[in-house]
């Protein structure tokens, strides 16, 4: 029973943002099912995985959604972005542009997330280090910077990425230990396992109309 | 080209390097796209290429080249194939502006609602107890978007998709199909009380796995259903059309329509009172 698949104390919502081609939904396939998705297609609409680790001897599921570089409806990024405890942040080491756009995905991941949530960085692709166009130097200065964690990897052979997962999720528990997390915030991203949250059927969108 | 591009908006260039990465990764299964250096991948390019230059306002976006891969594929001709789907791109919600409120996605996604309350009352509630970000059915977008075009092996999904075309009744089929696919494969959702992400699990987890022949007979049967209403709520007045004429399904009653007291906008309901 103790290694039941659903026994588990908390889930962590996690989000996979970037450019698009950056190797987002690989980075997610790596993670759960540690095999690199050659010719995977392109995401439309969102996607999501989930698996079960152990942090501090705690089971932890982590729901992890990815979801279109290019992704045009706003409805969908707000509820994307909603509640998530740590969010992954990805450039391709290969390609500047996708670099230079962090600023814009972090400004993103800043407003709508809560101010708890915990931003990785991952540069992609570190097995083209042959093709690489951005220095891991420069790319740890802007991670400091921002007071992000960063780790090179790569979804194609695996480097590194079990740790970007894993210590995302080591720095949300650590916030849930030292309180700086309220689990009792709506948007934590963080559910303790038998707490069921319940919201009045029908929604929040409807309104009255005026006749 | 520089000038077909708006100030501000993406530059030739990234457009030319988004279209160039999802070539590459639009159906490669198929054996018309199979292969490295596949002449057919050059064409898919520049079709989309060409059809950012002349609609620059919508560009190229993610999805078309889904689309467009099967008409290339069954129409063998670069030309034709374009025009065919610029044709198509009128019909579908990439040609809407996704940044107002008023987008075709949120107009999709608000009938589907009201459908799924009216015809699948239980899975609706269940949805809605789920919270608002369930409400968003994040499972039906790429259903939407690609119109089934990754649920089903391409054969049944053009068979969807000319289902869908063929606008009988309704220009809102697929939202009958959607409906069709959450009655048939969905009842497991309700009762096992699945959570929000478990619900967009197991719909993705259906893709490839389900039998179109009986979607379709299904979504017919819930459109010929909602058609013989004798009332339908205000919010979904725009769905069908209505009008007699000389259609097979002409022999009923136009519905009543009702005022549902929830819809979004601020306007004065035309049907309140009646």
């Known amino acids: ?211 | 080209m520089k000038d077909c591009l708006r100030a501000g908006g993406p530059t030739w260039q990234s457009v030319e390097n988004t279209v160039t990465k999802d070539v590459v990764r639009t159906d490669r299964k198929n054996p018309f796209y199979e292969g490295d250096d596949n002449p057919n991948m050059d064409i898919m390019k520049n079709i989309l290429m060409n059809y950012a230059v002349m609609c620059p306002a919508i560009g190229y976006i993610q999805g078309m080249s889904d689309l467009l891969a099967p008409i290339l594929c069954t129409i063998q001709n670069e030309a034709d194939a374009f025009w065919c789907f610029a044709g198509l791109m009128q019909r579908t919600i990439f040609v809407s502006s996704p940044r107002t409120t008023n987008n075709m996605m949120d107009k999709n996604l608000e009938y589907l609602r009201e459908l799924l309350k009216l015809l699948l009352p239980d899975f609706f509630r269940h949805v809605a107890k789920c919270g608002s970000d369930a409400l968003q059915l994040m499972f039906v977008h790429r259903w939407i978007l690609l119109c089934f075009k990754r649920e089903f092996p391409e054969s049944s999904a053009l068979h969807v998709w000319e289902a869908c075309w063929a606008d009988y009744r309704t220009a809102y089929f697929h939202l009958f199909v959607c409906v069709a696919i959450v009655a048939i494969y969905g009842q497991d959702v309700v009762v096992q009380q699945l959570p929000h992400d478990e619900i967009l699990l197991y719909f993705s987890s259906l893709a490839m796995h389900m039998d179109a022949d009986v979607v379709l007979k299904k979504a017919r049967g819930l459109l010929y259903q909602f058609c013989r209403l004798e009332k339908i709520p205000c919010t979904l007045a725009g769905l069908c059309q209505f009008q007699t004429g000389s259609e097979q399904w002409d022999s009923h009653i136009q519905p009543m329509i009702e005022c549902s007291q929830v819809h979004g906008d601020n306007d004065p309901c035309p049907f309140a009172g009646k």
């Open chain 1, 1 to 211: 029973m103790a290694a039941g698949p659903y026994n588990y104390s908390y889930i962590f919502k996690y989000i996979i943002i970037g450019d698009m081609g950056v190797g987002k939904s690989c980075l997610l396939h790596q993670f759960t099912e540690k095999k690199f998705m050659a010719d995977c297609p392109h995401t439309i609409g969102v996607e999501f995985g989930t698996r079960i680790i152990e942090v501090s001897g705690q089971k932890i599921k982590l729901q992890i959604w990815d979801t279109a570089g290019q992704e045009r409806f706003r409805a969908v990024t707000r509820s994307y972005y909603r509640g998530a405890a740590g969010a992954l942040m990805v450039y391709d080491i290969t390609r500047r542009s996708t670099y230079n756009h962090l600023s814009s995905w972090l400004t993103d991941a800043r407003n709508l997330t809560n101010p708890n949530t915990v931003i990785f960085l991952i540069g992609n692709k570190s097995d083209l280090d042959a093709q690489r166009d951005v220095t891991y130097e420069e790319a740890k200065a802007f991670a400091d910077e921002n007071g992000l964690t960063f780790l090179e990897c790569s979804a194609k052979t695996g480097e590194n990425v079990e740790d970007a997962f894993l210590e995302t999720a080591r720095k949300i528990y650590q916030n849930i230990q030292d309180g700086s997390l309220d689990l009792n915030q709506a948007d934590s991203g963080v559910q303790p396992k038998q707490l069921p949250r319940t919201t009045p059927a029908g929604g929040g969108d409807a309104k009255q109309c005026n006749c």
